[in-house]
């Protein structure tokens, strides 16, 4: 274990120093002037040039590259072109912990419902129970978050007046409730259908058949030994359910008028505010790649056959 | 499953048919998998011929009907009802809805169909077939390249690729304007088309090369294959007379799952902005406008609804085909 741990810890930063070169990259080879942005259209060519040489612009690439990443490791993104002096980390920390907020309650909603809804119907199998759920887990999963979330706006703010319809105060708001629901119903769908399948595959074992032999109630089978084992495989799966939340999040922050962080990343690629849109891209990679990491150590830790091959 | 009698012609013919196409007859007798099949056909043909089906010219604004329901010519003949009706309404400037998310299907339809054929089925099916086979240095810079495209949440690197192309790609569609006897391409919005593609594609290809890679390296395996190297066949043959065919199930169903997940991708990036630009209809707009304020949903819901309905099918058909496709092509897992 400890050299599986190792081997995937070993490559980690290796692949976050192509990514960021990456990034840096297809940020610098585009075309738009983060100066021509900050300055308008009339602008005085001395003025630019200072501009430029303020921000370090005119430097060889790589050493703005190696620059930057010497700041980032040590936990300094840079200022932000646009709202000059002000550190990115200040700009984007606060944005990021809200929309973390609102994907931990948007998750939590998938995982209290998805889970024991797939765990239910896989023991359904050959009722209609078991096809009808699924059908209709697919048929809310297809609907577009543009729609979902305007008509759950309409329906329970307009309408019936049981939440406040926008803006944002904070995480324990029932302000959150409806950009939540309207994020997790997604991810109930697809957890569900991941849930039934993981489970199908444990109750076909034959360590089940011997737990039911020796005696212990359907109950307990359930207990202690399909809905663990059940478990293993959808922890790969919550990691990644990750980066859907961040695709539905762009629109629901939009929609909701949440001053989160996909407006602000949108709007940062837009006006050329390199160094915010660096920061972001890399800090949710490192999410991303780091959050895949501990999903296979958890698998390979619950499997050990993973570790082998 | 009902138990069906097979006489001996039937078991026969049965047998001489591969594995692929009796998976396919098995398909066609599932209600759900034709009826996905049908609505498909219906919803694909409809954006792909739009130029003449449409009633309507989608530009064309007709100010006697701003912001109406649905209206049905029903008295003056079929030809009427087709180019006089407005199936599903009208937006602010008079124009035809149901005009309007045909043409935007057919950004769609165009879009996700490009990305698949060349993200997912070729550069995918290729790399994965090259690092399966080949193994070693090949193998390792291919898939240590995926995991590096891999390691951005997909939609982020399509959103930064797709927002920060565009510039560059118009300028490369302008100089293919002045250097050959193609115009008005800049006009025609191929530009769009090879901006969103590009995004689709970063992302497309490297489940699909994963996928092919690891049926790669189970099936190289088998006696078939050596065999078949045993008796001098060459590296061509071997992998697209031997190899490509029996990998060919589980490409088959991870194409009908991410054409699903491709619309929706291109849906997000057009309701961001980044995706068709106007005056070409695209349905992440049509939804962008119908639904971002209240007041239009109340008052005029066709407006997103139209839009809504269009996405929402083709996303739902290409899930439960796939799912059909995973259960007749692979009846293990079922």
């Known amino acids: 274990m400890a050299g599986y741990i190792a081997r995937r810890l070993l490559f980690l930063p290796i692949i976050l120093f192509f990514v960021s070169l990456m990034t840096f990259t297809i940020f610098r080879i585009v075309p738009g002037d983060p100066v021509v942005v900050m300055l308008g259209p009339k602008y005085r060519p001395e003025v630019a040039e200072r501009l430029r040489e303020e921000l370090g612009l005119k430097r060889p690439f790589l050493v703005q590259y190696g620059d930057y990443m010497w700041g980032f490791v040590r936990g300094d993104f840079g200022e932000s072109f646009i709202k000059r002096g002000v550190p990115v980390r200040d700009l984007i920390l606060p944005k990021m912990w809200l929309s973390a907020r609102l994907a931990a309650a948007a998750m939590a909603i998938s995982i209290v419902i998805g889970l024991p809804l797939g765990f239910f119907i896989a023991h359904k199998q050959g009722s209609w129970i078991d096809p009808a759920i699924v059908s209709a887990t697919l048929v809310i999963m297809a609907i577009p978050i543009m729609v979902t979330l305007p008509v759950l706006l309409l329906t329970f703010c307009t309408k019936l007046h049981w939440v406040p319809c926008s803006g944002w105060t904070g995480g324990f708001d029932s302000r959150i409730l409806i950009p939540a629901v309207g994020l997790g119903v997604i991810g109930v769908a697809a957890l569900a259908r991941l849930m039934r399948a993981s489970t199908l595959d444990v109750l076909g074992q034959d360590f089940i058949r011997t737990a039911h032999a020796k005696g212990l109630s359907p109950v307990q089978v359930d207990r202690r030994h399909v809905f663990k084992n059940a478990m293993i495989p959808i922890v790969t799966i919550l990691a990644f359910s990750l980066a859907g939340l961040i695709g539905g999040s762009f629109i629901v922050e939009r929609i909701m008028g949440i001053p989160g962080i996909g407006g602000f990343f949108l709007d940062s690629i837009f006006q050329r505010d390199f160094p915010v849109t660096m920061a972001i891209t890399l800090i949710g990679a490192i999410f991303f790649v780091v959050a895949n990491l501990l999903a296979d150590l958890t698998y390979a830790y619950f499997d050990p056959r993973i570790r082998y091959s | ?334």
């Not at chain 2, 090949?138 to 390249?145: G, P, S």
């Open chain 2, 1 to 334: 499953m009902a138990v069906r009698e097979l006489n001996a012609v039937d078991v026969q013919a049965h047998r001489r048919r591969g594995h692929f196409t009796r998976a396919m007859y098995r398909l066609l007798r599932k209600k759900i998998a034709v009826a996905c099949i049908i609505a498909l056909l219906i919803v694909y043909s409809g954006g792909v011929f739009a130029a003449w089906v449409a009633p309507h010219d989608y530009q064309f604004q007709d100010y006697n009907v701003i912001n109406k329901g649905p209206i049905f010519v029903t008295d003056s003949g079929l030809k009427a009802f087709w180019t006089e009706s407005h199936f599903a309404g009208t937006d602010r400037f008079g124009r035809d809805m149901f005009t309007r998310v045909l043409w935007g299907i057919q950004n769609t339809v165009i879009l996700t169909i490009v990305a698949m054929l060349t993200g997912g089925l070729f550069i995918g099916v290729t790399l994965g077939l090259l690092s399966g086979y080949a193994g070693g240095k090949v193998d390792a810079v291919i898939m240590r390249t995926g995991e590096i495209f891999g390691s951005f949440p997909d939609i982020l690197l399509a959103i930064i690729l797709a927002a920060t192309l565009r510039p560059r790609i118009v300028q490369w569609v302008r100089w293919v304007e002045d250097h050959t006897f193609l115009d008005d391409l800049v006009k025609s919005g191929v530009a769009d088309y090879v901006v969103i593609s590009l995004a689709l594609v970063s992302f497309g290809w490297i489940g699909m090369a994963r996928l092919v890679r690891g049926q790669i390296l189970v099936l190289k395996e088998t006696q078939y294959v050596e065999s078949a190297r045993a008796i001098g066949a060459s590296t061509p043959r071997i992998l697209f007379r031997h190899l490509l065919p029996n990998a060919i199930s589980p490409v088959v169903v991870s194409v009908s799952m991410g054409m699903g997940s491709m619309v929706g991708v291109e849906i997000i990036l057009s309701w961001l902005g980044i995706g068709i630009q106007p005056p070409r209809p695209s349905l992440g707009l049509m939804l962008f406008e119908g639904g971002v304020n209240l007041s239009i949903l109340r008052n005029w819901p066709w407006l997103l609804l139209a839009p809504g309905i269009a996405s929402w099918l083709m996303v739902l058909s290409w899930n439960l085909l796939g799912d059909a496709l995973n259960d007749v092509l692979n009846p293990r897992t079922r």
